[in-house]
C-alpha cells in the first residue's frame, strides 16, 4: 500500500458491513485512522467486527437519521484523533420492489431519515468540523445510480440518492473556500448481504452490465479511497458512477 491517507482520520458510517466496511479496511491500509459509525457491531454478513480488524480503530454506536447521534459520532471522532479529515456518508437501507401505491409515510420516513437526512446533516457536522480544523477535508457520500436514473418499484430509495447526487454539486459550491472537497460515488449492484438479499436484485443483471459480473465492495472501497485522497485534490461536486458501464447504455 502507499500511505495516502497517513496520518488522516476518517469516520465512515455504516462500515460494520459490506461497501462500508469494504472502505474502512482500505482507509486503514493506506494509514487512515479509523472511527466505524454504525448501528450494529457484527457484520451482516458475519464475521470479525470491522473496528476488531483494524489496529486502533473505533467503534461509535451510531444511528444516522438521529441528528444528535451523528454529532456525537464526530465529536468523538475529533477527541479521540484530533481531527476530521475525511468523512464517508455510507450508511444507507434499500427496502427491495416497493410501488408507490404500497408506500406509506412511515416508509417514506424511514428511508429518508436514513438515506437523505443521515447523509445531508453528516455533511453538515463534518464540515463544522473541518472548518474549525482549519484544514479542509474530504466528504464523501455514497449515492447509488438510482440517483441519476430510474428504477421501477423503487420511488423513495431513487428520490434519496437523486437528492445526493444534487446535495455534493451545491456543497461543493458552499464548502470550496474552506479547502472542503465534496464527491459522491454512485455504485451500480454491488454483492453485499443488503442486496444479495432482494431476489429482485441478486443476480438478476450481471448479464446486462457491459463488465459482465456485479460488483464488490472493493471495487466502491478503491473509488471511496481516490476521492478521499490528494489524488483528488482538484476534484469536488463530482458524482463518480462505479457501475461496470451499466449507465453507459
Not at 440518492?161 to 458552499?174: D, F, H, M, S
Amino acid at each position: 500500500m502507499t500511505d495516502k491517507l497517513a496520518d488522516k482520520t476518517a469516520l465512515i458510517t455504516g462500515a460494520s458491513s459490506g461497501i462500508g466496511r469494504a472502505i474502512a479496511i482500505r482507509f486503514a491500509d493506506e494509514g487512515a485512522n479509523v472511527v466505524v459509525a454504525d448501528v450494529r457491531e457484527d457484520p451482516r454478513e458475519g464475521g470479525t467486527p470491522t473496528h476488531e480488524v483494524i489496529p486502533g480503530a473505533r467503534f461509535v454506536e451510531t444511528d444516522v437519521s438521529d441528528v444528535e447521534d451523528l454529532r456525537a459520532a464526530i465529536d468523538e471522532t475529533v477527541e479521540a484523533f484530533g481531527s476530521l479529515d475525511v468523512m464517508v456518508n455510507n450508511a444507507g437501507v434499500f427496502p427491495g420492489s416497493q410501488p408507490i401505491a404500497a408506500v406509506e409515510e412511515a416508509d417514506y420516513d424511514w428511508l429518508m431519515g436514513v438515506n437523505l437526512k443521515g447523509v445531508y446533516f453528516g455533511s453538515k457536522f463534518a464540515a463544522e468540523a473541518m472548518r474549525e480544523g482549519g484544514d479542509g477535508g474530504s466528504i464523501v457520500n455514497v449515492s447509488s445510480i438510482a440517483g441519476l436514473v430510474g428504477y421501477a418499484d423503487a420511488s423513495t430509495y431513487c428520490a434519496s440518492k437523486g437528492g445526493i447526487t444534487n446535495l455534493v454539486r451545491e456543497l461543493a459550491l458552499e464548502l470550496g473556500e474552506d479547502g472542503i472537497r465534496v464527491n459522491a460515488i454512485n455504485p451500480g449492484v454491488i454483492e453485499t448481504a443488503m442486496t444479495t438479499q432482494d431476489a429482485s436484485v441478486a443476480g438478476t443483471i450481471d448479464q446486462q452490465i457491459p463488465l459482465r459480473r456485479d460488483g464488490q465492495p472493493e471495487d466502491v472501497a478503491g473509488a471511496a479511497l481516490f476521492l478521499a485522497s490528494e489524488d483528488a485534490a482538484y476534484v469536488t461536486g463530482h458524482n463518480l458512477v462505479v457501475d461496470g458501464g451499466y449507465t453507459a447504455q
